[in-house]
Each structure stands twice: as C-alpha cells, then as structure tokens.
C-alpha cells in the first residue's frame, strides 16, 4: 500500500485553503480512496494541524435544507404561484391531524391488502387555495366522481371588467376551440388524402382530428362511397328465457356455446342468442351446471 508522507508544513498549507479532508487531498495530489482519506486524516492530527474550519461537507453540495412546517404550507399562494405537490399537502394535513382515512367512504390506506394512495382534493377547485377548510383527503375512486376532478369546474380567470379594468377585444388567455367543420367540407379534405394531394397529417389538422381517423374516414370512403357512419342494425327481440330453459332441459349435457348454435338452427335465426346471454339466462333459473339441469328433470318425472 502506497503511504503518502508530506511535511507539517505542508498539511497546514494545504489544510488553510480546504474546507474539508477531501480538498487537502485534492491539493495534495493524492488519489481519492477511503485508505488515503483515512491516512491523511490520521497525519493531520499526528501533526497537530488545525482543521477547526472544516464544514465536512463536500465543495458544491447545499446545506442543510430548513424543515416547512404545515403552517407555510396550508396557506393561500398568490396568482401565478406553482402547484404544491400532493404529498407535501398530505403530510401536513396529517401533521395538523387530519386522520389518513377518505372523508366520504372511510378507507383507510390499504384497500384488499394493497397499499391504497389517498388523493388530496380542493373542494373549490381552485389548486392554489391551500387552506385547511379547501383542503380533504379522498380516495381515487371517491375523487373521481367530485365536480372539480382532474380540472373540472375549474375557477375562471376574472374578467376585465369584474377586475374594473376596460375590456379588450380579446383575451389572450382563452382558447378558442375551432367549430366543427361541415361533413361536406371534412368528405372533400378525405377526398383529398385518398387522391394523394394531401397528407392525413394536414387533413387532421384543418379537420381537428389525429390523423388515424382520417385514415378510417379514407377506408370508409373507399368502402362506401360516403364517410357517413352506417347506421347501426337494431339488435333483435329480446330472448325468450323459457325457450332458452326448455332446450338446456332438453339437452342437458351441452354448454352454453353449443346451446345458443342450437337455438338459432332450430328456429332458423329468429332467435340469436349468444352464449353469453345463454349462460346467464342459465344461471339465473339455477340450471348453468348439467347436474342441476338432471337434477330438475329428475324432479319434474317424480324420481325421488
């Protein structure tokens, strides 16, 4: 091991202008490494050199940060201030003693075993109103049914002339949403796409739409001659559940799948019904399983 010697009066030269061991060794040319930090450590104090003036804090790091208690924290911030994060507004809601649980459901922070996140919501809707009576604590699933859910109701910028200022002309914090195109003028902009003179990126854009549906309007067009919708076919009569029982008894050994072909063959697609609908007509008369299906049989011909 490589043992580093220099002079006291080299330490304390080196020592003066350091805030910290790590300087000196920078100074001194030597290697950053634990062994050599110890080392030169350990030659300052055999020398006596004075380090009463080191941070020990390494050069560019910030200091110590200084706690935010709640008090700065729940409080109105001023117009063009930063959103403060979720969980800076939970832990001081909680330090004031709010209990960790949703206001309207009562869940706590585990819901079927998993950790459960709780949502801090502003009652008003307003983000920079961080005051305790604006502020609650709510599930996800309880936040997303309030009215100012992921920006909702958002309060509005006052107006000029609620401000007592002269109105403008226009207010260049609005957006103005583009008014839907005619279908006739969107139709041309499609034609337009399918005969090349223009890209589906541009029709999107004068259009208001990303470009894959302009794409689905070009198929539509192509497939029909018009990017109108087609109407959509009426589903049929509702199924007669006892006609759906009175099969499933009758061929008690077949699934729902094979049980829905075998409607739609026998009364030649006047009723369709689909497996789907099958296994919950089954269900819900207690015959989905083919032992509950005999099971009746056995009770309908009198087999005790």
């Not at 202008?17 to 300087?23: F, H, K, L, Q």
């Not at 309207?104 to 819901?111: F, K, P």
């Not at 337009?192 to 004068?206: C, F, I, S």
């Amino acid at each position: 091991m490589v043992r580093y010697r220099y002079t006291p009066e080299v330490l304390a030269d080196a020592a003066a202008r350091a805030r910290n061991v790590t300087d000196v060794m920078r100074l001194l040319g030597v290697r950053i490494s634990g062994g050599s930090h110890a080392h030169i450590s350990r030659q300052l104090k055999r020398f006596g050199v004075d380090t009463s003036h080191f941070t020990g804090r390494p050069r560019g790091l910030r200091g110590p940060r200084h706690r935010v208690s709640s008090a700065m924290l729940l409080v109105q911030l001023p117009e063009g201030s930063r959103r403060t994060p979720g969980t800076r507004l939970k832990w001081a809601l909680c330090d004031i003693g709010v209990p960790e649980r949703c206001e309207e459901c009562n869940v706590g922070t585990t819901w079927r075993g998993g950790p459960l996140t709780l949502h801090v919501d502003h009652v008003n809707g307003d983000f920079l109103d961080n005051r305790p009576p604006n502020l609650r604590l709510l599930c996800p699933n309880c936040h997303s049914q309030t009215a100012t859910y992921a920006g909702r109701n958002r309060r509005p910028a006052p107006s000029p002339a609620s401000a007592g200022q002269p109105p403008t002309g226009h207010d260049p914090d609005r957006i103005d949403h583009p008014r839907p195109l005619d279908p006739r003028h969107v139709e041309a902009l499609v034609r337009q796409v399918a005969a090349g003179a223009m890209t589906a990126v541009e029709a999107g854009r004068r259009i208001g739409c990303h470009r894959n549906h302009v794409y689905r309007l070009r198929h539509r067009l192509e497939q029909t001659g018009t990017i109108a919708p087609q109407p959509r076919i009426p589903r049929g009569s509702v199924v007669d559940h006892a006609l759906v029982v009175r099969y499933a008894l009758a061929n008690p050994d077949l699934g729902p799948r094979k049980l829905a072909d075998l409607i739609r063959a026998a009364t030649e697609g006047r009723e369709r019904p689909s497996h789907g609908t099958v296994s919950n007509v089954l269900r819900a008369a207690g015959l989905h399983t083919a032992r509950a299906r005999r099971t009746r049989l056995s009770g309908q011909a009198g087999v005790v």
